[in-house]
């Protein structure tokens, strides 16, 4: 996607080598391109959220291991790069199916054959999410299209929560593809932002991103979105996902589950976007088998933002020794999800019809 009219990846190589992200951290507030040289960089990078996003994450890890193997292409680097990427962020699954998938391409190989391989496996992985998306984006269009024929062509009203946009994978994002290829092909869209504290991802990054490719929008604190179902004022919920079990429930920023509710209850449509390598085909209870990471209480009790002065600070916003719990996902039960968008096409959110769509996956 674009920012001031360049097109951007949120993670790439230079043609010297070096590979570079754009560090989400100081995000909306100043624009920061990095490198990532070492594997510790890209554990730092996975671990402290210089990246997030299921998709991004894999494809950092899958380049954090490519970094190494040019550096020591041995079967012990190889394993404890595995390890070390590994244990950065227990609950989004494409990050194991990332460096899965760069064991698998690697292990067979001659020490001396893997650097390269690594490098081009990484790319690959990098493109394949790319398709992924837009695919997504375009099963996702024809449910904005069939909504704004209701309409007469009237505005379709969106409610997005936390960033699932091309910031959270490689390019195009998973929620919002749909929206770009919307307004790509001239259908009024209007997104409304959920802040989605206690990082804010959606007042930061969301709102950076559908700003800087032109979508119309409204930041809007995260309790205001049963509300807004309430008065008619959302057509569609569309979120992202950081894995979802072979039955179909979904695990995502912690609030997404409160957003189910609520439009259960307002009969609002709750779709999920759903990049096949997001399946954890090997989960099937959501709410008992899914580690949910527990982050540093301090994400709740400070908040960071840009001063009067233009400094990004981070100030307290709770008493002094306040203990403060940071769950970073909740589950949605597949019984509150209207249809899963995958790249496939749309599915129910049950075994059965993952299993029909992806046969050559499920099982794995």
């Known amino acids: 996607m674009k920012i001031d009219g360049t097109h951007y990846r949120s993670i790439w190589r230079e043609p010297s080598g070096e590979v570079r992200i754009i560090d989400q951290r100081w995000l909306p507030h100043e624009l920061r391109i990095v490198p990532l040289v070492t594997r510790a960089d890209f554990a730092d990078a996975i671990r402290d959220m210089w990246v997030r996003g299921a998709p991004l994450i894999g494809a950092t890890a899958a380049y954090g291991v490519a970094v190494q193997m040019a550096a020591d292409p041995s079967d012990a680097s190889l394993r404890e790069t595995y390890d070390l990427l590994h244990e950065t962020r227990p609950t989004a699954i494409n990050l194991k199916w990332a ?92 997104v409304f932002v959920d802040e989605t504290r206690p990082r804010n991802q959606g007042a930061q990054l969301t709102s950076w991103e559908l700003n800087s490719h032109g979508v119309s929008h409204d930041l809007i ?106 769950p970073a996902f909740d589950v949605t039960p597949a019984d509150l999800v209207t249809g899963l968008i995958t790249e496939r096409g749309v599915a129910r959110a049950d075994a059965a019809a993952l299993a029909a769509m992806f046969p050559d996956l499920a099982g794995r």
């Open 99 to 190: 460096l899965d998938e760069m064991t698998r391409a690697l292990h067979p190989l001659r020490p001396e054959l893997r650097a390269d391989a690594a490098f081009a496996r990484a790319a690959e992985i990098c493109d394949e999410d790319v398709e992924i998306n837009r695919r997504i984006g375009l099963h996702g269009l024809e449910i904005i299209r069939e909504i704004a024929a209701k309409k007469g062509g009237g505005r379709v009203n969106l409610l997005t929560h936390c960033n699932a946009g091309w910031l959270a994978t490689v390019d195009w994002g998973t929620a919002t593809s749909p929206i770009y290829h919307a307004l790509e092909n001239g259908i009024d869209v209007h």
């Open 221 to 326: 604190v995260d309790n205001a979105g049963g509300h807004l179902m309430q008065h008619g004022e959302i057509d569609l919920v569309i979120v992202g996902t950081d894995r979802t079990t072979a039955s179909g429930d979904v695990c995502n920023k912690i609030g997404t589950y409160l957003k189910a509710l609520a439009a259960r209850a307002n009969d609002v449509p709750f779709y999920v976007a759903l990049p096949s390598p997001t399946i954890d085909w090997t989960v099937s209870d959501g709410l008992r088998e899914i580690p949910i990471e527990e982050r540093n209480g301090e994400e709740v009790t400070h908040v960071q933002g840009r001063d009067a002065e233009g400094r990004i600070v981070s100030v307290q916003i709770s008493p002094d020794g306040t203990p403060a719990r940071n």
